[in-house]
Structures are given as structure tokens and as C-alpha cells.
């Protein structure tokens, strides 16, 4: 079974810029989540969609955004880039259920800067 | 909220040495508990998960980790650390409660090994 891919591996990006990440979760995964990785930072929680629904979102301005399709493959999107943005985009999707089913599997990451 | 506190951000072994890393947890009541391994500039692999149950979990690589309650810890654990280990660990918390699958991670420990 392939697991999450995510598209592109690396961005560059000039202040200002919008930008759109890809996530494709493994086959049969509905619950797809958002994290930026930062070495200031570490790992922090965007958003995470379930059934083309936010179900939970992190402490992130209105800038980051992003949506699930019908097939569960996921969109983030980050308007009006700045330096701070430049991060490890990781994505992750999970199975549906109760206890050892919410365990999640992630992707590679995309690489995005900002100049 | 949840918190989870990596005391150590480096770590450095011989090799063929034992390895402890550790992990402390804030949480009202038991969350989930999970370790996560890092290999530069790849994803997060899942090393072990602690749901319910026995405390001492094994998982992937020889790695185990144990839960303690009363300490709020889930130390992660190798008897013999192999060269292909170093890599950047996290330790997660989930809440039970929570409907979605958002995690808390702790800031890493970075862990090198000498020949």
C-alpha cells in the first residue's frame, strides 16, 4: 500500500506569494492533519480535515488554510507569504475509528522557503 | 491542554551502548501516548504507541517504552544502540476525548551515536 504522498518536495517562494501544498493520505484514510515543522518551533499542529470537514484547528492565522476533496486528498494553502513561513509542511492521515486506529502515518514533508 | 516535555535536546552514545530517552507528559487524565523517529529531511516514522494496558510497549527497531503513571513519563528505551539510530526522536501525546486526531509533540531529542 503506497503511503502519504506529498507534493512538491521543495518551494521556493518570494514574500508576498501564495502558495498551495498537495497531500495524497494512504488508500482508505479519511482523517488527513497540517503540521509545520520549525527548528524554532518544533512541531506544530495546522488543522486537520475528516469527511471534507475541519475538524480540529491549531493556533495559526487566517492565512493558512486548506480543504479535503471527496477522495481525501488534501490542500493546504498559505497567503500573503512571510520569512517566518518558511518551514517543513508535514502531512499525515490517519484511519477513522477509536484507539490504535488514530494513529498517524506521515508523509515526506514539503520543504517550502521563503525569500 | 496537553503539553509533553523532551528534557534532553542532544543526546550522544557509543555505539552498542544502552539508550534512554526521555519523555514527560501533561494531561488530566491517561492520553495517548506514541514516539516518532526522524531521519533528516524525511518524515516522522512511528516507533511505538501506548493506548491502554501493559505499560511496557515494544515496537519497531528494538526500541520499548515504558508508561508511568504516577510520573507522568513514557521513557523510550534501546538495550543497544546501533549507528543507523541517530536521528532526531519526538514524543506525542493524543487526547482519548478529543473527536480528531491531533497530537502534541514534545520538541525532540536529537540523538547521535559515536563508533
Known amino acids: 500500500k503506497a503511503g502519504v504522498t506529498q507534493t512538491p518536495r521543495y518551494l521556493i517562494k518570494t514574500r508576498g506569494q501564495q502558495v498551495t501544498l498537495s497531500c495524497s493520505p494512504i488508500?482508505?484514510?479519511?482523517?488527513v492533519s497540517w503540521y509545520q515543522q520549525t527548528p524554532g518551533q518544533g512541531l506544530q499542529f495546522l488543522f486537520e480535515y475528516f469527511s471534507e470537514t475541519q475538524r480540529n484547528k491549531g493556533n495559526f492565522p487566517g492565512r493558512f488554510s486548506g480543504r479535503q476533496f471527496s477522495n481525501s486528498r488534501s490542500e493546504m494553502n498559505v497567503s500573503t507569504l512571510e520569512l517566518g513561513d518558511s518551514a517543513l509542511y508535514l502531512c499525515a492521515s490517519s484511519l477513522e475509528g477509536t484507539g490504535s486506529l488514530r494513529t498517524l502515518h506521515f508523509g515526506n514533508g514539503t520543504r517550502l522557503t521563503v525569500t | 491542554a496537553q503539553s509533553v516535555t523532551q528534557p534532553d535536546i542532544h543526546i550522544t552514545v557509543s555505539e552498542g551502548a544502552s539508550l534512554e530517552l526521555r519523555c514527560n507528559y501533561s494531561y488530566g487524565a491517561t492520553p495517548y501516548l506514541f514516539w516518532y523517529v526522524q531521519s533528516p529531511g524525511q518524515g516522522l516514522q512511528l516507533l511505538l504507541k501506548y493506548f491502554s494496558g501493559d505499560t511496557l510497549v515494544q515496537g519497531i527497531k528494538g526500541f520499548e517504552a515504558e508508561f508511568k503513571r504516577s510520573q507522568s513519563s513514557f521513557n523510550l528505551r534501546k538495550p543497544s544502540v546501533h549507528w543507523s539510530d541517530a536521528a532526531e526522536y519526538f514524543c506525542a501525546v493524543g487526547a482519548p476525548d478529543n473527536a480528531g486526531n491531533m497530537l502534541t509533540f514534545g520538541g525532540g531529542t536529537r540523538l547521535m551515536v559515536k563508533p
Open positions: 488508500s482508505g484514510h479519511r482523517s
